[in-house]
């Protein structure tokens, strides 16, 4: 028997031998270390996973493995099943409970988060957790969970991390150590499958580096031969434009130049064009990246119409077979809804997309068929990326810009190597491929860096709230609680990053007193002159400031009172001249009207495109729908705007502008009087003096400044957790005395999971909830659960007159709790959204799918089932937390009311 005889017995179950960082990994558990294990997708790092659920096994205790989402979980668990048997392994998800007593037991992190907090039953016994896709806790939004588990957890327990490559690897297991005491961090860079890249210019697919030459060996020199045949592509564009002369490419990253055009004649391959040169190149089953939902739809129907097939009628076959599986519970009339029929078709043909606005039913369809190599060519956005097991032998990038939901971004290396690393399937390719497609402003020295970079640095998204200050103040004092916060990942990357600051506060502090040492005059008495002189600008400073806010806010003012159909005059700039308003924008913090110029151009205004106050100069007619999106409706309503005449305005003749507010500022006059009367400013070599005191003041202004830096980094979550508790205090849900004590109200608070924890708590207390049927109550739950995908988004219509009250009631204690949030210095609660009211009331009263899809205003089906399961999820928190019987009972008639068709149909998801 070897020294690790169990890691010996689990490799010989498996079917494949070890990679040298899996039996490290699991030698370090065996040894009874904790492990956090960094390596790239498909690396194989759930083999240390497994080998914690056969360790635990062996000695007859508990293994919980969990993982980010719940697809993961079901996908973890079947995987176990195979393995074990269903009476050993169980799973937790929220939606489902199988077997939940079972040794092994496979969940989502928040599921074991609330255990911890309840100090459920089941945690006894228990002697390893793994935590799959732990770079998780850098999500703003769910990441503290993983954090508030790591901190939560019994010494004794031993954590298995697994985690994507992040570059700081060692600062992360070096705080796992502070935290979980004895860890293995180990860190494995090498892809199993070797990833090439390469890029399609025109229908010519070439490598990006020199052949054969690894991207860490060549650094980012990139192949000749690739910059040759790009060179020859421009000329030839150059020369069909009938010049000589070419540009070279712009040194970015994006796809398309301004307002979207490719310069000159040149026209990248069609999508179908793209799958037929990787087929040739036997580079398919392909992946290809979009960043659109509706790019992915449009993708797939262009495969369509082309005429491509990339199946064989015995494939065909298959694929129907699999697609009945998986969609036969559906209604007849949903499928008809959901547009089955073409969706069959692409999927018979081997094409398919992926995306979040995708039934359930029907993503998962094409993540079976996919993996089982039916489909050929999936057109998916880059949430496919996260975590999904569904690799590719290539995957296509058709931009390197992407919208990130305020702005059109480039792609950074970490999401890069993410995209990518899809590529290359183990133990069935040799290698991977990643093709970019090239355009005549896509700059190949970006693609060179993106895919020879590998930095992915893991940042902390900790932050307490209300319900984790309750639930910690119940289970601890006060300063225990606080030094909990304090040992987090965020304060640990906060305390580190403050050690070089405090070194260079050290070296200013020397600095500044040689300074103030060597100076041959009177260094205190010039410190205050220096300090009138500053005061001046300072006040100058801020009044010119103030008049700029001031016609800011005048001119904003003005933009929000503008109505539909107004007629206004854009004095300056490119879009000067008159403009109607298709749009207004009552948004007082910056309002922007669309609208269309007499030049044809439609778009939104801002504050800065005028110089004063805007007003209307007349008005016209528009139709109720006006598609400013149509080239020749933009026309027409141009051609009317000319037709009335108007013109810009001349600006105000500077000579007759008033005078500053300085030159009536008395506080300012008093300091120039100051100023003329203080000794320095007779001196004769005053400037001189000047001069040399303005670097020790530059120095001491830095100094200052990083010293407030780092008082305001030190326990900064700690600050952040008083004021918490001061909030919750103030509303009852804590007594403050010697030691805070959760009350009634504040237990309500510590059973529900929620972004707006503290409003649902508000609601049920003060019963505004009371007396709703089903349907209102699920419909007023979605005001706090559902987020739109864009601003402006139409609200959806309140159907009934309880549910009104309900909602305006709601949108009050809203309103104070973001006044009180905002006194405390606190991040602020969201503003409840109407946008899924009328959709989700309609569904839970039984209306067929099509209703409900109507009344979502767009909403796609997959994300109508979303939001529906994410309404499920706190309604069946409602109906175990809510204080008031008939709101649990309506919770849960509500429950029963919505989870139904497509929303009950794979609801593992």
Known sequence: MTQFGEVAAFAEQLPFPMDPFQIRACEALEAGHGVLVCAPTGAGKTIVGEFAVHLALRAG????????????????????????????????????????????????????????????????????????????????FRGAVWEEVIL???????????????????????????????????????????????????????DLFPSRITPGKSGRKLNPDLLIHIKKRLAIDAAERGSSRFEPPRHRRGGRGPRGNIPGRYRPPSRPEVIIQLDKAGLLPAITFVFSRAGCDAAVAQCVRSGLFLTSEDEAKEIRRIIAKHTGELPEADLKVLGFDQWRTALERGIAAHHAGMLPAFRHTVEELFVNGYVKAVFATETLALGINMPARSVVLESLVKFNGDTHADLTPGEYTQLTGRAGRRGIDVEGHAVVLWQPNLDPEAVGGLASTRTFPLRSSFAPGYNMAVNLLRHMPAAEARALLERSFAQFQTDRSVVGVARTVERNERELAKLAGSANYNFAEFAEYAALRRAISDRERTLKHGAT????????????????????????????????????????????????????????????????????????????????????????IASTLRNLGYAPRNRQNPKGKKKSDAAFDKELARLRRELKRHPCHSWPDREECARRFERYDRLKVETDRLRNQMNAASSSLGRNFDRIVELLSERSYI?????????????????????????????????IWKGLSPAELAAVVSAVVYEARRDGAPAGTVPT????????????????????????????????????????FVWAQGAPLLDALLAANEIPPGDFVRWCR???????????????????????????????????????E
């Open 801 to 840: 007159g309880p549910l009104r009250r309900a909602l305006a009631d709601t949108q009050r204690i809203w309103e104070e709790i973001f006044a009180d949030e905002t006194r405390h210095k606190l991040p602020t609660t969201r503003e409840p959204d109407s946008g899924f009211v009328h959709a989700i």
């Open 61 to 140: 205790r508990k293994c919980f493995y969990t993982t980010p989402i719940k697809a993961l979980s079901n996908q973890k668990f079947n995987d176990l099943v195979k393995r074990y048997d269903t009476d050993t392994v169980g799973l937790l998800t929220g939606d489902q409970s199988i077997n939940s007593d079972a040794p092994i037991v496979v969940m989502t992190t928040e599921v074991l988060r609330n255990m911890l907090y309840a100090d459920s039953d089941r945690l006894r016994g228990l002697s390893h957790v793994v935590m799959d896709e732990v770079h998780f806790l850098a999500d703003r």
């Open 152 to 206: 939560h957890l019994a010494e004794d327990v031993r954590l298995v991390s697994l985690s994507a490559t992040v570059s700081n690897a060692e600062e992360f297991g070096a705080w796992m150590e502070t935290v979980r005491g004895d860890t293995t961090v180990i860190v494995d860079e090498t892809r199993p499958i070797p990833l090439w890249q390469h890029m399609l210019v025109g229908r010519k697919i070439l």
């Open 549 to 636: 806010l001031q016609r800011r806010d005048s001119v904003a003012e003005s933009l929000v009172r503008l109505k539909r159909g107004d007629v206004i005059v854009v004095p300056a700039g490119r879009r000067a001249g008159p403009a109607v308003v298709l749009e207004p924008d009552r948004d007082f913090t910056n309002p922007q009207p669309l609208v269309i110029t007499a030049g044809a151009w439609s778009g939104r205004l801002s504050v800065k495109d005028f110089v004063d106050p805007t007003e209307s100069v007349g008005s016209i007619r528009l139709p109720k729908h006006v598609d400013f999106r149509e080239a020749p409706v933009r026309r027409d």
């Open 870 to 908: 994410q309404i499920l999820d706190l309604l069946e928190q409602l109906r175990i937390v809510a204080p008031d019987p008939q709101v649990r009972s309506a919770a849960g008639k509500a429950v029963t009311a919505v989870k139904r068709g497509v929303v009950s149909v794979d609801a593992t």
């Open 735 to 767: 007594e403050l005395g010697s030691d805070p004590v959760v009350t009634e109200e504040g237990e309500w608070l510590r059973r529900i999971y929620s972004e707006s924890d503290l409003l649902i708590a508000e609601a049920l207390r003060r019963g």
